[in-house]
Structure formats: structure tokens, C-alpha cells
């Protein structure tokens, strides 16, 4: 059995991201990090690749920053990781990158769980996650909490899953692709003898020809980016006892017409 995850590197949630002069979205010289919905979807994929006596593999698809990413998952204890670039991907929608990630999956080969986290915090989308499961004809199952039970051997997987109305229980048959929640497990943070070990690994990088891809047009572009307009405000600050401060909160509502 073999398992995949998918991961990227995003900016630092504490950092501050804005549009730069250059029309290009920017978060100065802030770290980036895993991105944090992927923490769970890691964890989940050692967790599943050992119960099944399989490997689980990260990858990334983007430039070399991501690199970062496959990295810490290493020292999480990911059996092998890999990296997807190509020129052609520049400004690549969530289609392109579907396609991607489905050829991946399909060159490692044998595999039978695909994992994404919630979604990609720097995009603030899970689009992804359903085009993915879409080109390789997979079963989707989001928003996943809990998974229950995998049976190896009848191929068969059964989660918990997260719904605005409550809880639901579903059964599929494997291969499938799942996304993962937060509550689903506690990441375990890397040794230090993972981090030491994956500072020093090779990370291959696979073209679009190494997945037997040929590049296409995009089917959605972003034509502009900007940052959000300066929110204005003035605050004045009403003095007096409780009371004083209450009859006259209440005379400018009304004054305002709020009330």
C-alpha cells in the first residue's frame, strides 16, 4: 500500500502579505512554513502507509521554495518526497495543477489513499482536492475527522466526515482521495535526527514531460491583484461614572440613527 500527500510551502500566518509595486503578492522576508492544514494530512499519511505496512510519499507541486515543505515532512517521517516544476506551470490555475497532481499519483504507481489538507490557506481554496480526484476517477471524500477503518484487503475505507448538519459516516472503495481536518490527529513534531536527515536529502524535481504531460493554456487566469483599501475610523471616547457613559452612548445612537 502506498500513500500520497500533497503539500506546499505558504507564508508564515503572522506575516504581513501585500501587493508589491509590481502587481506581485509579497510577505517581504517573513519564513514560510507548511502549510498548516497539511500538517494533518502528513501525520494522517504515516499513520495509514504504517497501519497498511506501506511508504508514504509528499509532494509538492511548484518552484523550488516548496522545498521547505518536503523537507519538514521528511523529518515528520515521510518515506520519500518529490518535487514538481516546469516552466510551463507559471501561473498555473488549479486545473493545471490537478492534472499534475493526478499524473504523480499515477507515476509513483500502486497507490491506494491520496490525502490533501483542508485547503491551501495562501490561495484560500480546496478546489484543487476535488479536480485531483476528478482526473484520476477516484472517489472524493472531504472534510474528513475521523477515519474509522481501512480494510487492506477488501479495498475498502470508511471516515467520519465534518458536515454543517452534523456528523456523517461514509464507506468507499479504495483508491480514493481524502481531505483532512484538523481534528483528525495530533501532528508529532520532527526529531532532530529527521531534521538532520532530511537538511540532507536530494529531492527530485519531475518536468512535465517526466509525467508524460504536455503543457496547456489555463482555463481561469487572475488579471489583477490589490491590496485592500485603508480602513478609516475615529473613536472618541466617552467619559463619566457607568451610567453617564451609558445615557450618552445612547443619545449619540440615536443621534447617528443607529438606534
Known sequence: MQVVIFTR??????????????GNVTWGDAATVVNPWDEYALEEGILQAKAGGGTAVVAAIGPEMHNEALKHSLAMGLNE??????AALEGADSLAYAAAAAAVVQ???????????????????????????????????????????????????????????????????LPAVISVLKDINEPRYPSFIGIRK????????????????????PQTRVTQL???P????????????????????VDRLLEEKVL
Open 81 to 86: 518526497a518529490v518535487r514538481v516544476w516546469d
Open 9 to 22: 510551502s505558504t507564508p508564515d500566518t503572522a506575516a504581513k502579505v501585500e501587493v508589491g509595486a509590481d
Open 107 to 173: 507515476k509513483i504507481g500502486d497507490v491506494d489513499l491520496v490525502i490533501f489538507g483542508r485547503e491551501s490557506i495562501d490561495v484560500g481554496s480546496d478546489q484543487h482536492n476535488y479536480q485531483t480526484a476528478r482526473k484520476l476517477g477516484w472517489p472524493m471524500l472531504s472534510y474528513v475527522s475521523k477515519i474509522l477503518e481501512v480494510d487492506f484487503g477488501a479495498k475498502t475505507i470508511k471516515v467520519e466526515r465534518q458536515i454543517e448538519e452534523g456528523k456523517q459516516v461514509v464507506t468507499s472503495q
Open 198 to 217: 532530511a537538511s540532507k536529502a536530494v529531492i527530485p524535481e519531475w518536468s512535465l514531460a517526466d509525467l508524460g504531460l504536455e503543457a496547456s493554456a
Open 230 to 249: 485603508a480602513r478609516e475610523g475615529e473613536v472618541e471616547m466617552i467619559e463619566g461614572t457607568p451610567e453617564e457613559q451609558a445615557a450618552a452612548l
Open 226 to 228: 490589490m491590496n485592500l
